[in-house]
């Protein structure tokens, strides 16, 4: 796989296009009583300009908790059928930004919070990206393994898609 070198601007962009294209994340956030991270998928609200990720969770989840002592978090976005996968490690912060509520808020939401909009658990959670890894090939899975058995047999593996750290 070919590693791409992009600029601040092109990795925010591809950022963006990866997220946007998954939408579904799974955030891992870290607590103090156990080794291991705290993982549960969510929808993404919006990338912003700066390339932060907006969520909305609730003041009850285990998610919220932990990131109320702990700001490190990982976040991991996959798609084997494009066989584009994201990884990103950074610092997530909480905020009750109602103007931001008002702007994210669907009727998915309902399902989360009977009481609305105005519900006082809803949070937002903004995950500044630190560091991010990209894998993506642009195609579907068989062209992918066709491809992975070319470069197999050729050693050229220019044609299996890009890979690289995004410089955030």
């Known amino acids: 796989m070919a590693e791409n070198h992009m ?7 591809k950022l963006k296009s990866i997220v946007d294209q998954i ?11 156990s080794d291991y991270p705290h993982g549960v998928p969510m929808s993404r609200q919006e990338v912003d300009e700066e390339g932060n990720i907006w969520y909305i969770c609730s003041a009850e989840s285990e998610t919220f908790k932990n990131i109320s002592q ?3 978090v990982s976040v991991f976005y996959a798609d084997p059928k494009s066989y584009t996968f994201l990884s990103i490690n950074g610092r997530a912060s909480l905020s009750r930004d109602q103007e ?10 309902e ?3 009977e009481k609305g909009k105005d519900d006082p658990n809803i949070r937002l959670l903004r995950v500044s990206p630190e560091e991010a890894h990209y894998w993506d090939s642009n195609s579907n899975v068989i062209v992918n393994i066709f491809q992975m058995l070319k470069a197999a047999v050729t050693g050229n593996t220019e044609d ?8 955030l």
């Open 100 to 109: 931001r509520i008002d702007r994210y808020w669907n009727k998915m939401m």
């Open 23 to 33: 939408d579904i994340g799974t955030i891992c956030s870290f607590n103090s009583y």
């Open 111 to 113: 399902g989360w919070f």
């Open 70 to 72: 702990d700001p490190r």
């Open 7 to 13: 600029n601040k601007k092109e990795a925010l962009e």
């Open 160 to 167: 299996i898609g890009e890979e690289g750290d995004l410089k």
